[in-house]
């Protein structure tokens, strides 16, 4: 993949401190537990994929379909990731507005510490913005700029544009090795002082590449847009049944619900962790270990945390934390050299995927969603409008039956 677009709606607003700092948390140590389990390339084309980043912004806890997931996202994952750039090899630079315009110098000292080619990450930086604001004359102009590199020059851009006359946004994405679909062997790496790989585009042999993109920006801008994996999300801010896959949800809900299915080694090294953060640690496993072809329905991943504006229902806090908290502790287990921890959470996915294979979803659904909403207090419920509170008159307990 090297060009990729999705189109949400126009979100305004802030996120409350609550949630940014839990999104910050969990989406750290859900980037180390991908660069541990399958590298930092595999980070960046994972950020490159629009479906997968809008996965995880559900599964973080932001509004499943809007555009604050992408400056949320990108902020929390800065202010977080960027103070463990050495160890995890993984820069984040600009973001929205004022930030965006800062990330020439960022890159620049980044490439100080790294012996990258500093020039030529913001030559890359300031062309995949000019393709996507000036060339691709789609009517949206670019507000966020987000460059993330590795330490071997590898990187991804995420931006995203607004659109005010019709109320949405436009966020698109990159990754530098697909740009070789474009020209032919558009990357040359050579080393630097023991620094690591260096991608070096301002090799003669690389003349083609520069070429390439620039030729990129004279296109039809219709003909780009067909060839980019495109994601479209709807106006409605509830979450509905057609929005997810239920065969996918339900199965979930099942190992998670129902221990009998998951295996023994599993259950115990997990003892302790009760159904709704295990919950939760299905759809988060999966956003680690998931193949692209999972996160076609982005707003099944809300329902690990729901969302600040309570759709599909209120953010439960102690489920939250309780799951970064499992989460951490598996990967400094695994730094020691004890992955069982680790393997347990990657076989609830494992799991899930195996159940989903004879499962067969019921119409309850809304019955699902109210019964989150109903039990949210206990979790600790929370959305930007003040904490979830008891319901006034006690659910049927008809209602409350999963898939």
């Given at each position: 993949m090297s060009r990729a677009h999705a189109d949400l709606p126009l979100h305004y607003g802030q996120v409350p401190a609550w949630l940014y700092t839990r999104m910050g948390k969990l989406g750290e140590a859900i980037v180390e537990a991908v660069i541990m389990e399958y590298g930092k390339s595999a980070l960046l084309q994972r950020m490159s994929d629009p479906f997968w980043f809008q996965s995880l912004g559900a599964v973080l806890g932001m509004d499943w379909h809007s555009s604050g997931i992408t400056t949320s996202v990108m902020g929390a994952l800065k202010h977080t990731v960027n103070k463990r750039s050495k160890e995890l090899g993984i820069y984040i630079c600009g973001g929205k507005g004022k930030h965006s315009r800062e990330t020439p110098n960022e890159l620049l000292k980044i490439a100080e510490t790294t012996g990258l080619n500093g020039e030529l990450l913001v030559r890359s930086s300031k062309l995949s913005a000019k393709v996507d604001n000036t060339a691709v004359q789609d009517g949206y102009q670019i507000y966020l700029h987000s460059f993330i590199v590795s330490n071997e020059g590898e990187w991804a851009v995420i931006q995203q544009g607004m659109n005010d006359a019709n109320g949405m946004a436009r966020r698109y994405h990159w990754h530098s090795p697909g740009i070789k679909s474009f020209v032919e062997a558009p990357h040359t790496s050579i080393y630097g002082h023991n620094q690591g790989l260096i991608l070096n585009l301002t090799d003669l042999k690389a003349d083609t590449t520069r070429d390439g993109v620039l030729q990129l920006t004279k296109e039809n801008p219709d003909m780009i847009l067909n060839e980019a994996r495109q994601l479209y999300m709807p106006a409605h801010h509830d979450v509905k049944a057609k929005d997810v896959n239920l065969k996918r949800l339900g199965s979930v809900l099942a190992v998670a619900h129902e221990k009998e299915l998951m295996d023994v080694e599993s259950l115990l090294l997990l003892e302790g962790v009760g159904p709704r953060t295990l919950q939760s640690l299905v759809l988060v496993s999966e956003v680690i270990h998931g193949t692209p072809s999972r996160f076609e329905d982005p707003a099944r991943y809300s329902f690990a945390h729901g969302g600040k504006d309570g759709h599909p229902f209120p953010v439960p806090t102690k489920v939250y934390d309780e799951a970064i908290e499992v989460l951490d502790k598996a990967i400094r287990l695994a730094?020691?050299?004890?992955?069982?921890?680790?393997?347990?959470?990657?076989?609830?996915?494992?799991?899930?995927?195996?159940?989903?294979?004879?499962?067969?979803?019921?119409?309850?659904?809304?019955?699902?969603?109210?019964?989150?909403?109903?039990?949210?207090?206990?979790?600790?419920?929370?959305?930007?409008?003040?904490?979830?509170?008891?319901?006034?008159?006690?659910?049927?307990?008809?209602?409350?039956?999963?898939?």
């Open positions: 730094k020691m050299g004890d992955n069982d921890k680790s393997e347990a959470i990657k076989a609830l996915h494992k799991t899930a995927m195996r159940v989903e294979e004879t499962f067969v979803p019921n119409n309850n659904f809304e019955q699902l969603v109210q019964k989150e909403r109903n039990e949210s207090w206990k979790y600790g419920g929370r959305t930007v409008f003040g904490k979830a509170k008891p319901p006034k008159n006690k659910p049927d307990s008809n209602q409350l039956s999963l898939f």
